[in-house]
């Protein structure tokens, strides 16, 4: 649901933990996945994000405007990429998929941190009573995990200029490489004009619910034993 549905069935309660929610992942979430990815470059031997000022949790250091609306109403946006040069890599395609692998595998983790602490509070709520204040951390930090796991899923997909795309292209040959990603420009307009549609929201719930299942598994387990 959108926030905009909240609101329009009254729901303010929970439209004020949407936006929070949101809120947390724009100024800490997105920054830390660019972060990833330009620390990732740095130990790779490329310095170019780190001589850009961009190796900063800083989130005016990495915001984009357009993505950052796009948080808010789609629950996927991005920020300003990190600038990598693979001509620093000694292995340039090999480089350039691990950097473009450190910003899901960001988002994965803080998606798993944030379902830990939605289990943890959910677990407190049943120890200690029934109180608004655990029920809102426990929303607030599902609603992050959600937004973490759709962010990860998103940019896994093979297509440019997504980061899956890079990921993908280090196991392509060269002459693959070159022409997959001679058409990233056209097919980015594409993507986001099925996600303005809506075409993409069914397989994306799929594998974002997957997902969600999986970085559960442990915490679920966990606290279960204690219930």
């Known amino acids: 649901m959108s926030i905009f549905s909240y609101i329009l069935n009254g729901d303010y309660f929970t439209a004020i933990l949407f936006v929070l929610s ?18 990732m470059a740095y130990k790779l031997g490329d310095t170019t994000a780190k001589d850009s000022g961009r190796l900063s949790f800083n989130p005016l250091a990495h915001l984009n405007p357009i993505g950052t609306i796009m ?18 890599f000694k292995d340039p395609k090999k480089g350039m998929a691990l950097t473009a692998l450190a910003g899901p595998l960001s988002n994965l983790l803080m998606g798993f941190v944030s ?18 204040f655990l029920t809102a951390l426990a929303l607030f930090f599902f609603y992050s995990a959600s937004v973490n796991v759709s962010l990860a899923v998103f940019n896994l997909l093979p297509i440019p200029p997504l980061d899956g795309s890079r990921i993908l292209g280090g196991i392509l040959s060269d002459e693959a490489y070159y022409k997959y990603f ?21 397989p994306l719930s799929f594998l974002n619910n997957l997902m969600m299942r999986f970085i559960s598994i442990i915490p679920k387990a966990l606290f279960s034993l204690f219930i």
Do not use: K
């Open 22 to 39: 949101r809120t947390f992942v724009v100024f800490c979430c997105l920054p830390i996945h660019e972060l990833a990815h330009g620390y």
């Open 182 to 202: 001679q058409y990233e420009r056209y097919i980015m307009l594409g993507v986001m004009l099925l996600l303005f549609t809506g075409i993409l929201n069914v």
């Open 71 to 88: 948080i808010f109403l789609f629950g996927i946006g991005y920020a300003n990429p990190v600038p990598v040069n693979p001509n620093r």
């Open 115 to 132: 379902v830990f602490f939605f289990y943890f509070f959910n677990f407190l709520n049943i120890r200690l009573g029934s109180s608004t």
